[in-house]
C-alpha cells in the first residue's frame, strides 16, 4: 500500500536538529512533515549534553519550563591528571545569560520537541518511517523533490518544496544525494558505560581523568547515574575483549577508584558497554537544489565538549528563517538553494572553530611519556590559572551565540536531582 503526504518542508531524522527545525518551522506557519526511523524517543543516547548557548535557546523556545525536573545543570568542570587537579573552571564566572551547560536525556528533550511542535496544524511527525530515496526531477539527475520512505504500513511518499537531511553522522540522505565528503577517523574510539553515581562525587561536575595515554569522561547524568566514556586505540575493541572484562575494569581503577566496586557490580558483560568510532566529517557542500544537510549529516563532531546536539540545535534556529523566507518570497529551487547556501556561510565558521578546539584537546588527552606529560598539565595549568585564557578557550565551544550579559538568576539554580 502506498500513502502520499505533501509538505513545504520534509525533515528526514527526529533529533535535536529535525525536530528543533520543525518546531521553528511550524511555529511561522510552514508545513512540515518529519520521518523518524525509530518508532519512539524512549532509546539510549550518548549525546546528552546541552551546551550554554542550547540552554538560552531552549529557554527563548520556550521548552526549558516545560523540560523542569528533566536535566541536572552542570556548574563545574575538573580535570584531574596524573592523580593531580590541573584545571577547574566554574561557569558561573562566566557573565552570559545562561552560563550553565546542562544534561539532559535525549528521550525527555525529543519529546518535547515533538509535543510543542505537536501544537501546531502544520506539523506531521511519521515515526517508523526509513527514508530509502529521494525523489528528483529530469531523471535523477534535477532539484530533488521529496522522499520515498518504508512505513510498517507500506510504502510512504512525501512531496515537498525543499528537504532537510537531519539523520546523523551515518546519513543515509547525504549518501543517497551523493554529496561528496571526507570522513577524517581519529587515533581512538570510545567505550561507553553507565554507572551509580557515586556518593563522593558532587553532582553539578564534569570530570576528566587521565592518567599517561590513557583517559575517561565522567558525565553526570539525570537522575542519578554517571556516563563514562574511555578512550581506546582506534579499531581497538576486538584487543580490549580479547582481554577480557577484567582488563576493562582495571583501566577504570586506575582513572576513577571511586567507581571500581559499581563497575565491577554493573558490568557483568560486554552487552552493557557500547563503542562509539570517533570521527569527523567534512562536507563542503551542505546543499543542492530542493536539499540541505544539518546536524551531523553537514558536520560530524566528536564528544569532546558535548557539542553535537549544540550545533544541531544552533543550526536548527539559523535555517529556519531562511527557509521561512525563501518559502514567503514564492519558493523555487533557485531561492531554496540560495537559503541553504547562505545557511552554511552563517554556520561554518563556528562549526569550523567547535572542530579546531577538538581536535586540539585530542592531541592533549593522548600525550604520553613523561615529556608529553608535563608539556600537557603544565597548559592546563597556565589556562586554569588565568580567566582570560579559560574564557578565551571555552567561549569557542560554549558561548557562539549569547553575548555577554546579566546572568538570569531564576535559570542559575541547580535544578533539585532525585536520588531515589
Known amino acids: 500500500m ?44 550518548r549525546g546528552e549534553s546541552v551546551s550554554p548557548d542550547s540552554v538560552w535557546l531552549l529557554d527563548r523556545l520556550g521548552l526549558l519550563d516545560r523540560l523542569e525536573g528533566e536535566y541536572a545543570q552542570m556548574h563545574r568542570m575538573e580535570i584531574i591528571d596524573g592523580g593531580s587537579t590541573v584545571m577547574r573552571t566554574d561557569f558561573s564566572d562566566f557573565d552570559y545569560p545562561q552560563p550553565y551547560p546542562v544534561e539532559l536525556p535525549q528521550p525527555a528533550l525529543l519529546s518535547a520537541l515533538a509535543a510543542t511542535a505537536g501544537e501546531y496544524p502544520g506539523f506531521t511527525l511519521r515515526q517508523g518511517a526509513t527514508a530509502v530515496a529521494l525523489l528528483r526531477e529530469d531523471g535523477g539527475t534535477g532539484p530533488v523533490t521529496g522522499v520515498r520512505a518504508r512505513t510498517p504500513e507500506g510504502e510512504l511518499t512525501v512531496h515537498a518544496d525543499v528537504t532537510i537531511a537531519a539523520d546523523g553522522r551515518f546519513s543515509k540522505v547525504r549518501e543517497m544525494s551523493k554529496l561528496p565528503y571526507e570522513k577524517l577517523p581519529l587515533d581512538r574510539d570510545v567505550i561507553w558505560l553507565r554507572l ?36 581506546i586505540p582506534k579499531g581497538g575493541l576486538r584487543d580490549l575483549r580479547a582481554q577480557g572484562l577484567t582488563a576493562l575494569h582495571e583501566r577504570l581503577d586506575r582513572l576513577a577508584p571511586e567507581l571500581s566496586g559499581p563497575v565491577r557490580s554493573v558490568v557483568t558483560s560486554w552487552s552493557e558497554t557500547s563503542m562509539l568510532d570517533i570521527f569527523t566529517t567534512l562536507v563542503p557542500r551542505w546543499s543542492l537544489p530542493g536539499l540541505v544537510l544539518i546536524g551531523d549529516a553537514a558536520h560530524t563532531l566528536t564528544p569532546i565538549l558535548g557539542q553535537g546536539v549544540n550545533h544541531a540545535i544552533i543550526d536548527a534556529v539559523t535555517l529556519a528563517p531562511l527557509l521561512d523566507s525563501a518559502l514567503s518570497a514564492g519558493g523555487g529551487p533557485g531561492r531554496l538553494l540560495a537559503a541553504g547556501q547562505e545557511f552554511q556561510r552563517v554556520r561554518e565558521e563556528a562549526v569550523r572553530l567547535s572542530r579546531g578546539l577538538q581536535l586540539r584537546q585530542e592531541k592533549l588527552f593522548a600525550l604520553d611519556g613523561a615529556a608529553g606529560g608535563v608539556f600537557r598539565r603544565t597548559l592546563y595549568r597556565t589556562v586554569s590559572s588565568s580567566h582570560a585564557l579559560q574564557r578565551r578557550v571555552l567561549a569557542r565551544a560554549y558561548f557562539q551565540v549569547q ?16 536520588r531515589a
Open 2 to 45: 502506498t500513502a502520499e503526504l505533501t509538505a513545504q518542508v520534509c525533515v528526514v531524522g527526529g533529533g535535536p536538529a529535525g525536530l528543533t527545525l520543525a518546531l521553528e518551522l511550524a511555529k511561522r506557519s510552514v508545513s512540515v512533515v518529519v520521518l523518524e526511523q525509530s518508532g519512539h524517543f524512549n532509546r539510549s543516547f
Open 196 to 231: 551509580p553515581f557515586p556518593a563522593e562525587w558532587d553532582f553539578n561536575t564534569y570530570r576528566i581523568r587521565i592518567r599517561g595515554g590513557e583517559h575517561g569522561l565522567f558525565i553526570p547524568t539525570h537522575p542519578d547515574s554517571v556516563r563514562v566514556g574511555l578512550n
Open 403 to 418: 553575548k555577554p550579559g546579566p546572568i538570569e538568576a531564576k535559570k542559575v539554580l541547580a535544578r533539585p536531582v532525585s
